[in-house]
């Protein structure tokens, strides 16, 4: 069935480094990638996403690149904030598709 | 303006007993979801509605039964409770079933059976 597997399931960053999670689908027929953030006692929010017409999309820190032959897509964040720290989940889905398969999350700490 | 609601927040219940959460969604979506996170916090779907239609029954144990009384609204009701269904339940909504768009999620209910 449909997988997307997420790496690392932790990362812990220095406040200012760069902090890349990355993410691999196994359904080629996926087409679209949304990347939500989870913080503490609250619902995953969405907070960048990319079709698969688009190789990568940049939102002020937050940048997304995908790789469709390789089935990779990956979340950048730059010049990483204390705020930053929460659970992150990749997803990806198909047009024609019911379901949204979701990674298994990645917890990122950054430290001031 | 709240767009995707639940009610309650956190229950707290014992084994045997049963329980509803109820989720709204004012943003006029056609599908809605409801998601089980554990501890570990994967997020396993285990229904979906669209327009008051089920479309999406994961392996979930049948006591666990989902309603829709209007597309606006999918309520969760759960028989005889267990230890394991302690958990976060997430209610989502996404604007049509097939197409590629995001979904919005709700605050979460925070379920402990004791």
């Known amino acids: 069935g449909e997988n997307v597997e997420q790496h690392p399931s932790t990362l812990s960053v220095q406040e200012g480094d760069s902090a890349v999670i990355k993410c691999t689908y196994s359904d080629s027929a996926s087409n679209y990638f949304p990347w939500y953030k989870q913080e503490l006692g609250k619902g995953p929010q969405l907070i960048i996403d990319?079709?698969?017409?688009?190789g990568e999309k940049k939102d002020q820190r937050i940048a997304v690149t995908l790789n469709k032959t390789a089935k990779h897509f990956s979340l950048h964040i730059t010049e990483t904030q204390p705020e930053d720290s929460a659970v992150y989940f990749c997803a990806a889905k198909g047009t024609g598709g019911f379901k949204t398969i979701f990674g298994a999350g990645t917890r990122l700490f950054v430290k001031a | 303006d709240t767009a995707v609601s639940q009610t309650p927040k956190y229950l707290v219940t014992q084994m045997g007993n049963d329980k509803s959460i109820k989720c709204e969604q004012n943003l006029g979506h056609d599908t809605m979801y409801w998601y089980k996170q554990d501890s570990k916090k994967f997020l396993k779907i285990m229904f979906s509605?669209?327009?008051?239609?089920?479309?999406i029954n994961e392996t979930v144990p049948n006591r666990f039964s989902p309603k829709s009384p209007d597309k606006a609204h999918l309520n969760l009701h759960i028989n005889s409770l267990e230890l394991g269904d302690s958990a976060v339940y997430f209610c989502a909504s996404s604007p049509r079933v097939l197409a590629v768009e995001t979904q919005y999620f709700g605050p979460g209910t925070r379920l402990l059976v004791l």
């Open positions: 509605y669209n327009n008051k239609e089920l479309i």
């Open positions: 990319i079709r698969s017409n688009v």
